[in-house]
């Protein structure tokens, strides 16, 4: 018996958990601290009430004989909900057929399992810094990984380099951890470089309900030729606060063929084999999410986050802190004061202002002297961690 020892290239504890050890740690020596968390991407609203309604009818259908559902029908997700996500994105200006469309537990999920139906001996190019998913689930694997430069200079928005050859290409717009958002045109060249390369990329829009601007793409199959080259992962977690229930999609379209295989008959295959299915009755709760009165309510919630990012973001301003983020996405991306490293600024946050971020090291080796900041939290906790932050930093 031998086990995958690509698991032993991994770094000894994922960033999270680290974070995690660390604020018990000051927690336990400091019980009386109010320490404000703005550090990991969960949300901390409700459900709306729309998804409240469509949960609690599905577990009373699931009570009577007449309306229980066991399996799904063909385990990729039931049609309602799949017609809802087709029609959302006819708002997009994306036409989709249903059979494109994969129901799942969550992008997370989907961006690990994809790498199911790809070959060990694909190249794969991935921005630093990145969502360390991207890179650990291809570290497990045992592929080879190549990184593109995200920094200050470009805005944290990297673009092709022709000279680099890759098979699987990571790109997540907006973005996280930097909250930075690919325009049509940049997009179009990563569509053209993927198509001139026989590349896909792995398209990470989980964070595409927080764009503001409408002539910004919030999916990729926007662009000319994307259908062509990409797979799109989306989720609910953010859209709707779906991070304790678990629901996202995953959209392989039919155009998307390599070495004249449908890369959607093999997801399909890969899925039916190894996934059965989201509960129905969280596809109805999830189904209820693009109803006129969902969207409403789910707006609100999401107006309740960005307002808290503009909080943030002025902050930033008003001290002169470069950022980038904040508009688009919930993420505020900023380059620590006084060239400090970001474990370092992590410490002084923590002991000093009793706020938790998130280290940029964490993300990668370009993330280093940066710090993520999150608008997930309470408005009144923002504000005042946002108040201890400035306090700090004008002692400093």
């Not at 779906?242 to 008959?265: M, Q």
Request: glycine share 8%; charged share 25%.
């Amino acid at each position: 018996m031998q086990i995958n020892r690509c698991y032993l290239d991994l770094k000894d504890s994922y960033l999270f958990a680290t974070i995690a050890k660390k604020v018990n740690a000051y927690q336990s020596a400091n019980p009386n601290a109010k320490i404000i968390r703005l550090g990991i991407g969960d949300v901390t609203l409700p459900l709306c009430k729309e998804v409240i309604t469509a949960l609690h009818e599905a577990v009373e259908e699931m009570s009577v004989k007449e309306t229980f559902r066991g399996y799904g029908p063909d385990d990729q997700g039931y049609p309602f909900l799949k017609d809802a996500i087709r029609e959302y994105y006819v708002g997009h200006n994306v036409t989709l057929s249903n059979e494109e469309i994969f129901v799942s537990d969550g992008a997370k999920s989907d961006l690990g399992n994809i790498l199911d139906i790809f070959s060990k001996d694909n190249v794969v190019l991935i921005p630093d810094p990145v969502y360390p998913v991207y890179v650990d689930t291809n570290v497990m694997d045992g592929r080879k990984v190549l990184f593109m430069d995200a920094n200050e200079e470009n805005g944290f928005l990297p673009l092709p380099d022709k000279k680099v050859k890759a098979d699987l290409i990571y790109l997540c717009s907006p973005n996280n951890p930097t909250g930075a958002v690919y325009n049509r045109q940049q997009l179009k060249e990563w569509v053209d470089y993927a198509n001139e390369q026989n590349a896909v990329i792995l398209f990470d829009a989980a964070y595409e309900c927080f764009i503001q601007d409408k002539t910004l793409p919030r999916s990729i199959y926007e662009i000319d030729g994307a259908k062509n080259c990409a797979i799109e992962f989306c989720s609910f977690s953010k859209m709707a606060g779906f991070t304790g229930t678990r629901c996202g999609y995953t959209v392989v379209p039919n155009e998307l063929v390599r070495d004249g295989i449908s890369l959607k008959n093999l997801w399909l295959r890969r899925q039916t084999t190894k996934f059965n299915g989201v509960a129905y009755i969280v596809q109805k709760g999830a189904a209820a999410v693009f109803t006129p009165e969902g969207q409403k309510q789910i707006k609100e919630n999401l107006g309740y986050y960005m307002a808290n990012a503009r909080t943030i973001a002025a902050a930033m301003r008003e001290m002169g802190i470069w950022f980038t983020g904040g508009e688009h996405s919930p993420y505020i991306w900023l380059k620590c004061p006084n060239n400090m490293k970001s474990w370092d600024f992590f410490d002084l946050l923590l002991e000093k202002a009793n706020v938790v971020g998130t280290p940029g090291a964490g993300f990668g080796k370009n993330g280093e002297g940066f710090f993520r900041l999150t608008a997930f939290g309470d408005k009144q906790n923002t504000s005042e961690a946002v108040e201890r932050i400035k306090k700090l930093l004008t002692s400093i």
